[in-house]
């Protein structure tokens, strides 16, 4: 079968992948669509090397269909709509008898520290399985994963309607936050660098300014007394060093973005206005079961945000696309081309 893999020195290729038979616990999926990210561009441009093997079949942003079942599933049937939440903990360190399985010390992250989704047929543990309403495009699905990291933001933040939200970066994370949070009640603004990038947020019925320009807007919105809650999803040490500012007393600062180096920030800030400070990493099945409902309700703006589709085979052009920083989300039409997606 077929698959998109990354095989070392910065290079993705075509490669003909190994195919699973579910094991006892797993099944086996014909994979529809899988989505693109910011992990996945590490991985490709080889940021990721001391930590991937290769040739690595990547991806996790996925949806598609069971097609097998290993011996003891039981909750499942061969022919449902699934996505997965490709995370694996141990169920023995701290983290995780303290009931925080999703940062557990040792997570394996399918998609990077096992296969992952770019290939026509992917074995995984029945466990990491969300199910899809029948209605919902596959398409669609494949933004479940991104849009349950909005999820998970959103509510590690405590945000409460009426609030005044700044999102630091336009990107697809920073937008999918931006959604949730309006649509759980906030006022919100967008706060990106590129001009094309903020035209389309705006086109999603945002305030969208440039950096230069939050300061004013944040005063302007709270007669000068601050945001209540910044999400930092722009990665930028000048959005960092900006965060604490933009701040109420007491307000909050969600640090999304994963940032490669320490970041310079006002600590004075921090204790002047006794701000809290929130790391928010991954998500939870909840925050998955939400995705999927906002995407099947409609609160996902799925069309602006899938700005191209590609075929498996163009899959290293769809990385180029995304480093261009012009894309938002890229899909890779998994089935398209193979004898079961003819």
Known sequence: MR????????????????????????????????GLCGTDLHIAHGNMDARVATPLVFGHEASGTIEALGDGVAEWQVGDRVTVMPLLWDNSCAACLAGNQHICQNLTFVGIDSP???QELWTVPATTLVRLPETMELRDAALVEPTAV?????????????????VLGGGPIGVLIATVARHAGARVVVVELDAARRDR?????????????IDATVADWTEGNGADVVFEVSGAAAAVRQATGLLKVRGTLVVVAIHSTPREIDLQRVFWRELRILGARVYQRSDFERAVELLASGVIPVDALVTSVVPLEETGK????????????????????SEAGA
């Open 3 to 34: 698959g998109a893999a990354y095989v070392g020195d910065g290079r993705i290729e075509t490669i003909t992948a190994e195919q699973n038979e579910p094991g006892p616990g797993e099944a086996r999926i014909r994979v529809a669509y899988c």
């Open 116 to 118: 992952g989704a770019l």
């Open 150 to 166: 909005a999820v998970h933001d959103v509510r590690r933040s405590g945000l409460q309607v009426g609030d005044t939200v700044v």
């Open 201 to 213: 947020v705006a086109a999603l019925g945002f305030e969208a300014v440039a950096p230069t320009d």
């Open 318 to 337: 769809a990385i180029d696309e995304l480093a261009s920083g012009q894309a938002l989300k890229v899909l890779v039409d998994v089935a398209a081309g």
